[in-house]
């Protein structure tokens, strides 16, 4: 039987060593091309909103309608952050299945009343600042804050867009703190335990929509709140919440792209090895 030389036994040690390589690379391959294939397999994703994500308040309260404090619109808007969660339900189909979306800091802070004082106010991250007229009080000052919610049920299709019917929005953290100055002691804190209806229908006119690539998820809102009865209809504190809510997830075929260029990267090497020996 032929001897390989000793340059020849590293040369073929070498190559072994490379095929090795070359087996785990393509494992990875083929688990980066499950991944891609099996997305219609997958129980749940996370899609984190993008920076554009606004919603705008409007509403009433004790009879008097909602301005920005200030006299600037822009303490009713709001941008908001965090991450919405779609269920599957068959291929291509999803649910909304909650997540946890946080408003952000509102530029225009501080918004009155501040917290403490007597009676105290809680205060907090300020996200929304209005001020109105009420006939009963006089001006009247709320602040909204450490608000954070959920989208639960309704559907979207991917590479489609399905009405909003069906979509609930919650909050599931938030306190509104409000301020008469004319009147001695009308001050204090609603927490969110203590609204009256702190969740509503998406009554939106437009679309939920899922790109075809299932990467961008468009959602547009609109639905009522009301985080205080004072008695009749006219006197309650109610909010409308309106805006889209955009979020994405990272395209799903990166995996796959980083397997096929390891495994193209220990074919080559193999190949340079049986050449030099």
Known sequence: MKQLQPNQTNARSDILQDESFCWRAASLVAVALLCLSSSALAQSINYNLLDNSTLTLSGNALGGAYSGQGGNPLALVDNWAGYL???????GNYTFGG???TAELNPLTPFLPAAGGSPAVLGGVDNYGCVTVSPLVGTLYTAYRDMTMSITGGNVVQGGSTP????????TAAHLDFDAPGVSGYRGT????SWNSPSGANTSFGNISLSADGSLLTVPVTFTTTSFSAGPSPY???ETWTGTL????????SLALVGLGLAAFAVC????????S
Do not use: C, H, K, W
């Not at 969660?85 to 291929?91: G, K």
């Not at 955009?246 to 075929?253: F, L, Q, R, T």
């Open 99 to 101: 997540g946890a979306i």
């Open 190 to 193: 609603v927490g969110l335990n």
């Open 164 to 171: 909003v019917t069906g979509t609930t929005l919650a909050f």
């Open 85 to 91: 969660l779609l269920t599957e339900t068959s291929p």
């Open 269 to 276: 090497s193999i190949r340079r090895r049986e050449r030099r």
């Open 236 to 238: 309650n504190v109610v």
């Open 246 to 253: 955009y979020a994405e997830i990272p395209e799903p075929s």
